[in-house]
Structure formats: structure tokens, C-alpha cells
């Protein structure tokens, strides 16, 4: 076994205990929760060997990182999520690789991953990124769309030919009333989920949680968890 092997094994096993530990404190069942490992600024080597270890659920916030890795890493049996804030113009490249984009916060976004998922003959699982330190129907720092904004953006999302609506992503927010209280915001997370789900019923996804956090997010509920730092360690700087 590689060094590099031998860490990203170490930590991922460590990952994975701190999973199962927060199912058991919350009386879930660990199947409850997939790991989605976020790969960004690592290169495809190390998606390789992720996919060695068992990984099948790795993200990524930028396209002209994430293309040609995915490209490389095409023969893996992977699901490849986009998380990042996501331009138009990006759309194409993005829809080439990408099985579920979780950044979805505006109509012009639903029509042109809708156009483009058509011409290729593909399906894409979204997911409403939720900011829930906007204002209603507002954008957050970090992308997203205020609360009052998801249900008319579900709609918008689930009548779309090539889209499929999957639920809800958030990120713990910096400002505002939820900022430093990650498992508030995480639990409002999924009273939003509930209200989604009611009229959208297979919209059961639950994207919430990182490396700081994940902890609260299962705590909350949560079905799915994006880890970066605790499996591939502190990124080097991008220039």
C-alpha cells in the first residue's frame, strides 16, 4: 500500500467512525447517511484511490477542476455531485459529468441545466441549495436562495424535462441568526425538507454537514454528509 493509500485509508476509517458514532447518538442506522467525499484541488490520483476504498459519492465546486478529473476518472463506478456556486456558462461542461448538481438557487439555472440535460439524453438529480442567511426569497453570501423561495423553485425544478428534484443542501452560514448554531440550522434544514416533501415525495434528500460538522448534521437528520478536509486532508492553496 501507497503512503498516500495508507492516509487516505487512516482518515477515511476515522470518517467513518465518527459517522456511525453520531447514527448511534441519534438512534439512526448508519445506512441512514452516505459520505460524499469532496475532492476539489485534489487531483484524480487520489479519486483514484478513493475508489479503491470503497468511495462512491465524491463532489466537486469547479468546473475547470472537476472536468478533465472526471474525465479521467470516467471508468470508476462514482457518482460525481457539483456543490459549487454554478454559472450558466458553465452549465454544459457541468452537465457532462455531473449526476446531481446540489447548487440550484434560480430559475435562469433550472432552464439552462434543463436545456442542456435534454440535448444530451441525460437525467440530473438537483438539489435546492437553501441559504438560510438570506431573506425570504433573497441569495445568501454563499449562493442560494432564501426560504421562501424553495417551493416555487421545486416546482420549477420537478416539471423540467432532463431534471429530477432530489431535496434540499445547505451550508452552515456565516452571518445571521443560524451562524455558529450549525445543528439550528441544520434542523430548519429539515423542517424545510418536510414541507418540500409534501409535495414532492421522492425530493427526500438531505445534503448538510462538512468535516467541522457532520456530527450535528446527522444529529439533525441529515441523508447526506460532504467531507473534504477529514479524509484528504488540509488543501494546498489555490493560486
Known sequence: MTDRKAQLAENLAKVEDRITAACMMAGRRREEVTLIVVT????????????????????????????????????????????????TNKVRSVVGYADLVQSVDRARLVTALSKEAVRTEREIGCLIQVALDAQ???????????????????????????????????????????????????????DLSTVLRRAHPAANMVSAGMSSDLEQAVAAGATHVRVGTAVLGVRPRLG
Request: hydrophobic share 40%; glycine share 14%; net charge negative.
Open 40 to 87: 476539489k484541488t485534489y487531483p484524480a490520483s487520489d479519486v483514484r484511490i478513493l475508489s479503491e476504498l470503497g468511495v462512491r459519492h465524491v463532489a466537486e465546486n469547479r468546473d475547470q477542476d472537476a472536468a478533465p478529473k472526471a474525465a479521467e476518472c470516467s471508468d470508476l463506478p462514482l457518482t460525481w455531485h457539483f456543490v459549487g456556486q454554478l454559472q
Open 136 to 190: 425570504e426569497s433573497g441569495r445568501g453570501e454563499r449562493g442560494g436562495v432564501g426560504t421562501g423561495g424553495i417551493a416555487e423553485l421545486g416546482d420549477l425544478v420537478a416539471g423540467a424535462p432532463g431534471l429530477r428534484l432530489d431535496g434540499l443542501m445547505t451550508v452552515a452560514p456565516l452571518a445571521g441568526e443560524y451562524a455558529g448554531r450549525q445543528q439550528a440550522a441544520f434542523e430548519r434544514l429539515m
